[in-house]
């Protein structure tokens, strides 16, 4: 049974740093892709960052390009979200998502929700 296991966020003022953490129950390398995805209030769910488990690679929504990192820590089968020069439109719930596998590209898929499989219960991250 594989479970992804959200930690951190919480509550900071803008321009401030926060990070979030997601454990998985199983290694990385058994998934393709990790991403994180948010919800604000009374928005869709949006794809964040992901991170391609296979080659490193990293894909970022354009709005958080050059303040949010992704990384892996294999040893630890964690995913972690460095969110820097936070905004108050970073507020939402931050989901960590996992897939074994897409239906295309990476690239091309990796802001899609529904090509993930595996889903942690969310931590709140609130930006005043």
């Known amino acids: 049974h594989v479970q992804l296991v959200e930690s951190g966020g919480g509550s900071v003022t803008a321009g401030g740093s926060l990070s979030v953490s997601c454990a998985a129950s199983?290694?990385?390398?058994?998934?393709?892709?990790m991403g994180w995805f948010r919800q604000g209030p009374g928005k869709e769910r949006e794809g964040v960052a992901a991170?391609?488990?296979?080659?490193?690679?990293?894909y970022y929504l354009n709005s958080v390009e050059g303040r949010f990192t992704i990384s892996q820590d294999n040893s630890k089968n964690t995913v972690t979200l460095q969110m820097n020069s936070l905004k108050p439109e970073d507020t939402a719930m931050y989901y960590c998502?996992?897939?074994?596998?897409?239906?295309?590209?990476?690239?091309?898929?990796?802001?899609?929700?529904?090509?993930?499989?595996?889903w942690g219960q969310g931590t709140q991250v609130t930006v005043s």
């Open positions: 991170i391609d488990t296979g080659d490193g690679s990293t």
């Open positions: 199983t290694s990385t390398y058994a998934y393709a892709c």
């Open positions: 998502a996992a897939t074994r596998a897409f239906g295309g590209t990476t690239y091309a898929n990796w802001k899609e929700a529904e090509e993930y499989t595996y």
